[in-house]
């Protein structure tokens, strides 16, 4: 019954000076956000990858986002979504590395009809095997690993509205993962508007009211509740993108930053009863460096100066600068300028991100999906293009510097991070609006070591854990980039001889590691 | 009332004294019809009497009929040239028929500065209009009329000019310079900076060129072009504030704190009183890790503009500077302020 896609002989390994490349390669799967002369604001904001092993083979596979159709009908909008075209597609990775399109066999073919964006990833049972969230414009809906390669669709965590990227978490520590959603816009079809004069252009957020973000708590028997209001989450009204999740204040507890566009960016500090509250300004990541708000898209949440303290990175558009900031302690400094990201991106307009160390030097680089959100900004904007290369940035101490990759201008909206083949070197899948992804296979000079954790207290993720070795500290979570989901496995570079665990709870853990690859390591009591 | 006077102390006829005073009562009832026919007749039988046609004129006027207005005041005025009032009604209904070079002379004599302002800025004679229009500007500031008469004064000067600069075959770099200061605020770069170049290749060492040519590539996020340019010119002109700001400025954006802050703080001795150079120079000084300074730097900001924009990133980055020199209580109070200088912004809660 499956269909066999073995793309080897599209694999092109690219010849870059330096210690570190990418071999790249695709799959036979396009996206469709069906764009209109309306000018839709979804079509040009999706879509999603997520990386799992859904099947347990011990690789990880592929599942991408699709758009869908988009049309005021005349009492309500269409989405249906039944045509293949339109299917989110999974992709299981076989021994020699290529995929093959699993859709329909893993049950996955029959989505709801929303218009498709991002996609979570966690094991909300508990039961080994990864669990999948999908969010769209006019719904989102959680499937459940039925641990036969079968997923089931379930009608927990409805998300009204227009959600965008999520996150799976533990935020109470009680050993079930639960559920973030942030939300874009209060947004529909009927309100619709036509911006840009004299070319019609997607409009700017602020032309929309926002809408506050969700949170679903897990009662660990299979129920989600909505927990938005009681929680705080939903006294912070925004205009989500991405989500990122670390302990950005050390206190144990896993706290949540929102990329808004548009307007101040959230950070939601656990309060450790259930509560969380938006603290942004004050933590000094709300804004730039000037005070002013900029267009927030993805979001990385982890350690890129080795200081054992998450820092953040947010991208935005041309002319905005990535934002970076650097933990100091519970608050945080922006360091775009300084860290030299300012000069390398003030002329890029990125989406997907990850602060993951893609050259094994012991330091975490950036890693960016890019491209304009305008499709005509060339009109508009003649100095600035609609396409660009995903790239790459090269932490050298605290410094970046451009990885120089040759890699084509595409489109690029999610992006997801990951050890795809199990060879200690991070990879990274780069989703496309209206176009093929690109997978990107790293080719690091130097070892790397790929850890997966298995919680038995904690979540069986091991979500929220905390691993560090020879300097490097790492942040166990699929969350991070935008509508995408991530290797939920913990990457360290170079080979420590140990490594520190911190499990979530507080509970630590010293393991002897073998050699570089890959590496099981199970919570003890 | 002055004519009427002018009339009626001369020996005249009771038929003319009838229709001047039923001219004048019928101006006085506002029926200016009716006036017009009583003057008429005035004047038919009293030609030679200065006042019977500027009384006609004054109806025509006062009626906004300029062009029937304008012959009995040139024809009283050829009778008696100082005739009062006469000069400033034929100058302003010449005007209002568009012939404003015919109107000077008589705004002249009667003194009418706006008046004149707007005629010789009609007439072609933009210098003179900007003198004028200034002038009565200093009686009514606020007078809209007078502001966009003078700001179109200002701009034809400035086209006048520029044409003479064009005719003038020394002037091409200059020229050059201009289309492209014109190009850059029309948002078309790549034609201005096709401009700057041509101006540079003419004369190489010309002030404010590379300084806008920095500027286009500062818009384009170009920083390392940006810092060339702005590295000329800070070198052609060492005591510009504004090129060494600028050059600060990008240094920054590359990452590079303390060749910024070197920079920055020359700006600042050249030209103390510019908010935007406290504030870049407060910036580097924190990134630099020289948190003191950054402050005092900062703190600066806040006595030049403490409420605008500046200020709200003053105190953003005083939070910061704050916290690192661990006072808690004083980044705390910056923050407390940064955020009411935001608050009109903020999004209410729903």
């Given at each position: 019954m499956y269909r066999w896609f073995a793309y080897g002989l599209c694999v092109a390994l690219l010849a870059v000076p330096g210690p570190f490349a990418f071999r790249t390669s695709t799959l036979p799967f396009v996206h469709r956000p069906s764009p209109t002369p309306q000018k839709y604001l979804p079509e040009t904001m999706g879509g999603g990858v997520a990386l799992l092993d859904y099947n347990l083979d011990g690789r990880l596979d592929i599942f991408l986002v699709n758009g869908g159709q988009m049309s005021a009908g005349p009492n309500r909008a269409d989405l249906r979504r039944r045509e293949p075209a339109y299917w989110n597609r999974l992709y299981r990775q076989e021994p020699n590395g290529a995929f093959t399109d699993v859709t329909a066999a893993a049950g996955?073919?029959?989505?709801?009809n929303f218009y498709g964006m991002g996609a979570a990833t966690g094991d909300i049972d508990n039961d080994g095997d990864p669990d999948l969230y999908v969010t769209g414009y006019g719904g989102a809906c959680l499937y459940r690993n039925r641990g036969n390669g079968t997923f089931e669709l379930t009608t927990e965590a409805q998300a009204p509205g227009w959600s965008v990227s999520a996150a799976l978490l533990d935020y109470d520590l009680d050993g079930h993962l639960d559920l973030f959603v942030a939300r874009y816009l209060d947004w529909d079809l009927s309100r619709n508007i036509l911006c840009g004069t004299p070319f019609n252009a997607y409009c700017r957020p602020d032309k929309f009211p926002g809408i506050s973000n969700l949170l679903f708590h897990n009662d660990g028997h299979g129920h989600f509740r909505d927990v938005t209001a009681d929680s705080g989450i939903g006294a912070a009204i925004g205009k989500g993108m991405g989500v990122a999740v670390n302990d950005y204040d050390q206190d144990g507890y896993p706290d949540i930053f929102v990329a808004n566009d548009g307007m101040e960016q959230f950070l939601f500090h656990n309060e450790r009863n259930g509560k969380f509250r938006e603290c942004a300004l004050e933590a000094g990541v709300?804004?730039?460096?000037?005070?002013r708000t900029y267009a927030g898209m993805g979001a990385a949440f982890a350690d890129f100066d080795n200081d054992g303290r998450p820092d953040l990175a947010v991208t935005n558009l041309a002319l905005e600068k990535y934002a970076l900031y650097r933990n100091e302690g519970g608050h945080f400094a922006y360091v775009s300028l300084t860290s030299g990201l300012a000069a390398l991106t003030a002329r890029s307009s990125g989406w997907g991100v990850g602060l993951h160390d893609f050259d094994n030097n012991g330091w975490k680089d950036l890693f960016a999906a890019q491209s304009h959100v305008l499709d005509n900004v060339e009109k508009i904007q003649?100095?600035?293009?609609y396409r660009e290369p995903p790239a790459l940035y090269l932490n050298d101490g605290g410094r970046f510097r451009a990885a120089n990759l040759p890699l084509a201008a595409l489109a690029g909206r999610g992006a997801a991070f990951g050890d795809l083949d199990n060879d200690g070197t991070l990879d990274a899948v780069v989703a496309v609006l209206g176009g093929a992804p690109l997978v990107l296979r790293g080719q690091a000079s130097q070892p790397g070591i790929t850890l997966e954790l298995n919680g038995k207290h904690a979540n069986s993720d091991g979500a929220g854990a905390i691993v560090q070795a020879g300097g490097q500290t790492v942040y166990a979570t699929?969350?991070?980039?935008?509508?995408s989901a991530n290797d939920r496995r913990v990457h360290l570079a170079g080979s420590p001889a140990e490594v520190t665990i911190t499990w979530p709870g507080g509970h630590r853990q010293v393991e002897k590691l073998p050699s570089t690859g890959l590496v099981r390591i199970m919570e003890k009591p | 009332m002055i004519l009427l006077v002018l009339i009626l102390a001369q020996t005249v006829s009771p038929e003319l004294a009838q229709h001047v005073n039923a001219g004048l009562a019928a101006k006085a009832a506002g029926d200016l019809d009716l006036a017009i026919r009583e003057f008429r007749k005035v004047v038919e039988l009293a030609p030679e009497l200065p006042a019977a046609h500027v009384n006609l004129g004054a109806v025509y006027f006062a009626k906004q009929d300029y062009g029937s207005a304008i012959a009995p005041l040139r024809q009283a005025l050829a009778l008696?040239?100082?005739?009062?009032g006469a000069h400033q009604m034929l100058g302003t209904a010449l005007l209002a028929r568009g012939a404003a070079a015919g109107a000077i002379p008589h705004l002249e004599k009667a003194q009418a500065t706006d008046l004149l302002g707007i005629a010789y800025l009609e007439a072609g004679r933009p210098r003179e209009a900007v003198d004028k229009l200034e002038a009565a500007l200093l009686a009514r500031p606020a007078d809209p009329d007078l502001l966009y008469y003078l700001s179109q004064a200002h701009s034809r000067l400035a086209q006048q000019l520029f044409e003479n600069l064009r005719a003038n075959p020394a002037g091409a770099a200059r020229t050059q310079q201009m289309l492209g200061e014109a190009a850059a605020a029309a948002g078309q770069s790549e034609a201005a900076a096709q401009h700057f170049r041509a101006a540079l290749a003419a004369?190489?060492?010309?002030?404010?060129v590379q300084l806008a040519i920095g500027e286009l590539q500062l818009a384009n996020a170009n920083y390392a072009a940006a810092e060339a340019a702005f590295r000329a010119e800070a070198s052609l002109a060492p005591a510009s504030a504004i090129a060494a700001y600028k050059l600060g400025f990008v240094l920054a954006q590359l990452g590079q704190s303390v060749a910024a802050v070197k920079e920055l703080k020359r700006a600042y001795e050249l030209a103390p009183e510019m908010p935007e150079t406290s504030l870049e120079l407060g910036k580097a000084l924190a990134a630099a890790g020289e948190s003191a300074a950054a402050e005092n730097a900062l703190l600066r900001v806040l006595q030049l503009e403490p409420k605008s924009k500046l200020a709200e990133t003053a105190y953003g980055q005083l939070n910061q500077v704050y916290r690192k020199l661990n006072r808690p209580a004083d980044a705390d109070r910056a923050l407390k302020s940064l955020q009411e200088l935001r608050r009109p912004a903020a999004i209410p809660p729903r």
């Amino acid at each position: 019954m499956y269909r066999w896609f073995a793309y080897g002989l599209c694999v092109a390994l690219l010849a870059v000076p330096g210690p570190f490349a990418f071999r790249t390669s695709t799959l036979p799967f396009v996206h469709r956000p069906s764009p209109t002369p309306q000018k839709y604001l979804p079509e040009t904001m999706g879509g999603g990858v997520a990386l799992l092993d859904y099947n347990l083979d011990g690789r990880l596979d592929i599942f991408l986002v699709n758009g869908g159709q988009m049309s005021a009908g005349p009492n309500r909008a269409d989405l249906r979504r039944r045509e293949p075209a339109y299917w989110n597609r999974l992709y299981r990775q076989e021994p020699n590395g290529a995929f093959t399109d699993v859709t329909a066999a893993a049950g996955l073919s029959s989505s709801p009809n929303f218009y498709g964006m991002g996609a979570a990833t966690g094991d909300i049972d508990n039961d080994g095997d990864p669990d999948l969230y999908v969010t769209g414009y006019g719904g989102a809906c959680l499937y459940r690993n039925r641990g036969n390669g079968t997923f089931e669709l379930t009608t927990e965590a409805q998300a009204p509205g227009w959600s965008v990227s999520a996150a799976l978490l533990d935020y109470d520590l009680d050993g079930h993962l639960d559920l973030f959603v942030a939300r874009y816009l209060d947004w529909d079809l009927s309100r619709n508007i036509l911006c840009g004069t004299p070319f019609n252009a997607y409009c700017r957020p602020d032309k929309f009211p926002g809408i506050s973000n969700l949170l679903f708590h897990n009662d660990g028997h299979g129920h989600f509740r909505d927990v938005t209001a009681d929680s705080g989450i939903g006294a912070a009204i925004g205009k989500g993108m991405g989500v990122a999740v670390n302990d950005y204040d050390q206190d144990g507890y896993p706290d949540i930053f929102v990329a808004n566009d548009g307007m101040e960016q959230f950070l939601f500090h656990n309060e450790r009863n259930g509560k969380f509250r938006e603290c942004a300004l004050e933590a000094g990541v709300a804004l730039s460096d000037d005070a002013r708000t900029y267009a927030g898209m993805g979001a990385a949440f982890a350690d890129f100066d080795n200081d054992g303290r998450p820092d953040l990175a947010v991208t935005n558009l041309a002319l905005e600068k990535y934002a970076l900031y650097r933990n100091e302690g519970g608050h945080f400094a922006y360091v775009s300028l300084t860290s030299g990201l300012a000069a390398l991106t003030a002329r890029s307009s990125g989406w997907g991100v990850g602060l993951h160390d893609f050259d094994n030097n012991g330091w975490k680089d950036l890693f960016a999906a890019q491209s304009h959100v305008l499709d005509n900004v060339e009109k508009i904007q003649p100095g600035l293009r609609y396409r660009e290369p995903p790239a790459l940035y090269l932490n050298d101490g605290g410094r970046f510097r451009a990885a120089n990759l040759p890699l084509a201008a595409l489109a690029g909206r999610g992006a997801a991070f990951g050890d795809l083949d199990n060879d200690g070197t991070l990879d990274a899948v780069v989703a496309v609006l209206g176009g093929a992804p690109l997978v990107l296979r790293g080719q690091a000079s130097q070892p790397g070591i790929t850890l997966e954790l298995n919680g038995k207290h904690a979540n069986s993720d091991g979500a929220g854990a905390i691993v560090q070795a020879g300097g490097q500290t790492v942040y166990a979570t699929t969350s991070g980039s935008y509508l995408s989901a991530n290797d939920r496995r913990v990457h360290l570079a170079g080979s420590p001889a140990e490594v520190t665990i911190t499990w979530p709870g507080g509970h630590r853990q010293v393991e002897k590691l073998p050699s570089t690859g890959l590496v099981r390591i199970m919570e003890k009591p | 009332m002055i004519l009427l006077v002018l009339i009626l102390a001369q020996t005249v006829s009771p038929e003319l004294a009838q229709h001047v005073n039923a001219g004048l009562a019928a101006k006085a009832a506002g029926d200016l019809d009716l006036a017009i026919r009583e003057f008429r007749k005035v004047v038919e039988l009293a030609p030679e009497l200065p006042a019977a046609h500027v009384n006609l004129g004054a109806v025509y006027f006062a009626k906004q009929d300029y062009g029937s207005a304008i012959a009995p005041l040139r024809q009283a005025l050829a009778l008696n040239p100082e005739l009062p009032g006469a000069h400033q009604m034929l100058g302003t209904a010449l005007l209002a028929r568009g012939a404003a070079a015919g109107a000077i002379p008589h705004l002249e004599k009667a003194q009418a500065t706006d008046l004149l302002g707007i005629a010789y800025l009609e007439a072609g004679r933009p210098r003179e209009a900007v003198d004028k229009l200034e002038a009565a500007l200093l009686a009514r500031p606020a007078d809209p009329d007078l502001l966009y008469y003078l700001s179109q004064a200002h701009s034809r000067l400035a086209q006048q000019l520029f044409e003479n600069l064009r005719a003038n075959p020394a002037g091409a770099a200059r020229t050059q310079q201009m289309l492209g200061e014109a190009a850059a605020a029309a948002g078309q770069s790549e034609a201005a900076a096709q401009h700057f170049r041509a101006a540079l290749a003419a004369r190489p060492g010309l002030r404010g060129v590379q300084l806008a040519i920095g500027e286009l590539q500062l818009a384009n996020a170009n920083y390392a072009a940006a810092e060339a340019a702005f590295r000329a010119e800070a070198s052609l002109a060492p005591a510009s504030a504004i090129a060494a700001y600028k050059l600060g400025f990008v240094l920054a954006q590359l990452g590079q704190s303390v060749a910024a802050v070197k920079e920055l703080k020359r700006a600042y001795e050249l030209a103390p009183e510019m908010p935007e150079t406290s504030l870049e120079l407060g910036k580097a000084l924190a990134a630099a890790g020289e948190s003191a300074a950054a402050e005092n730097a900062l703190l600066r900001v806040l006595q030049l503009e403490p409420k605008s924009k500046l200020a709200e990133t003053a105190y953003g980055q005083l939070n910061q500077v704050y916290r690192k020199l661990n006072r808690p209580a004083d980044a705390d109070r910056a923050l407390k302020s940064l955020q009411e200088l935001r608050r009109p912004a903020a999004i209410p809660p729903r």
